[in-house]
């Protein structure tokens, strides 16, 4: 029977890429039992299939390369089990991770099917909120580019990640540039936070309470027609504005290039 196997024949029974083997073979992980000296040709044999076998397996599970390495060097049960608890501990925190994900797709798909759906468009409505989770930057905002780079300094300023704040960007406008319609400034850019991801005591909580709403379909370009609006309804059923606005694009252009497509939400704190 053929003990003897060219690396392109070891490529093909086992379906790993040459390039892979050759790989292996630098860094000691997996060597040919034998080397042609004129041809430089690498040889394989049975024997080493399950070694080969073993790789993979351990590979397959997430562990490093040089982890594997150093188990078929040493090859002790004990460490082998330690191997794979450890593994095994960074397998179940990547699960958490890949459920918070989850979660965010959820929530995201959920919003964005709403919003398409969503009849309450350009009707002020009272609604009572729960409490919010933000972190803050107090900054004045007055174009897309200074929106934008504050943007990165929230960010930066709280080691966070940009893949996490999709949807969840809120600006504030002043309570007193709404009261005199001059709204287009921002005071404040905010992230709602839905994880453990900073420290609780750079958490803003906004409290659970009464809120003047109103949906329209654009961006704060055209925000002043609605904050009018917004306005009028507090004053004629004898509200008071209690703070800042907050103000978020749920569907923007970087999600549908149909402006009857864009939603954006103002909610005016009311007492």
């Known amino acids: 029977m053929k003990n003897r196997f060219l ?45 080969l076998n073993t790789i993979n397996y351990l590979k397959y599970l997430g562990i490093p390369l040089k982890d594997i390495k150093k188990h078929l060097e040493n090859k002790d049960i004990d460490s082998f089990i330690n191997l794979l608890i450890t593994q095994k501990e960074i397998t179940k925190q990547k699960i958490k991770e890949l459920e918070v994900i989850k979660n965010r797709f959820d929530s995201r798909i959920n919003e964005i099917q709403k919003a398409k759906e ?50 969840k960007v809120v600006l504030t406008v002043a309570r007193e540039d709404i009261l005199n319609l001059q709204v287009q400034e921002y005071n404040s850019i905010n992230i709602i936070i839905e994880d453990n991801i900073c420290d609780e005591k750079d958490i803003k909580i906004l409290e659970e309470g009464q809120y003047a709403c109103i949906y329209y379909r654009g961006d704060h370009s055209i925000s002043k027609k609605y904050y009018q609006m ?17 103000e978020r694009t749920i569907v923007n252009e970087y999600i549908s290039n149909k402006q009857e497509d864009y939603l954006t939400e103002i909610q005016i704190p009311i007492i």
Do not use: A, W
Request: with cysteine.
């Open 7 to 51: 690396i392109s024949e070891i490529s093909k029974m086992h379906n790993i890429p040459t390039k892979t083997l050759r790989y292996y073979h630098e860094i000691g992980l997996f060597e040919p039992f034998e080397i042609d000296e004129k041809t430089g040709y690498r040889y394989y044999c049975t024997e080493q299939f399950e070694e």
């Open 230 to 246: 917004l306005l009028e309804f507090i004053e004629d059923n004898n509200y008071n504005i209690s703070g800042d606005s907050y």
């Open 118 to 167: 969503i009849k309450d468009i350009e009707i002020v409505k009272i609604k009572k909120l729960p409490k919010r989770k933000m972190i803050s930057l107090e900054e004045k905002i007055s174009s897309v580019p200074q929106l934008e780079l504050s943007l990165r300094k929230l960010e930066n300023k709280y080691e966070i990640s940009s893949n996490i704040i999709i949807g």
